[in-house]
C-alpha cells in the first residue's frame, strides 16, 4: 500500500482527503494513480496523518531520504 493509499484510507476516502487539503478530488486521483504526491503536499498529509514523507514523495526524491 502507498502513502497517498493510507492517507486517502486514513481521511475516510479521496473526497475527505481532498476537503482537507483544499484540492479537487480528481489531484487526489491523479496522485493515487501516481503513486506519490507533490513535495508540499506530502508535507501537509505527513502533519495531518502521521504518514512518513518519504512513503508519499516520488521515489527518486524518497531515495534522497533514505539513502546513506
Do not use: C
Request: aromatic residues 8%.
Amino acid at each position: 500500500m502507498t502513502g497517498i493509499q493510507k492517507a486517502i484510507d486514513m481521511a475516510g476516502g479521496a473526497n475527505p482527503l481532498a476537503a482537507k487539503l483544499g484540492v479537487s478530488h480528481q489531484a487526489v486521483y491523479v496522485w493515487l494513480r501516481k503513486g506519490w504526491v507533490p513535495a508540499q503536499r506530502a508535507l501537509e498529509i505527513e502533519k495531518l496523518f502521521d504518514i512518513p514523507r518519504a512513503d508519499l514523495f516520488k521515489p527518486e526524491l524518497a531515495a534522497l531520504f533514505t539513502s546513506n
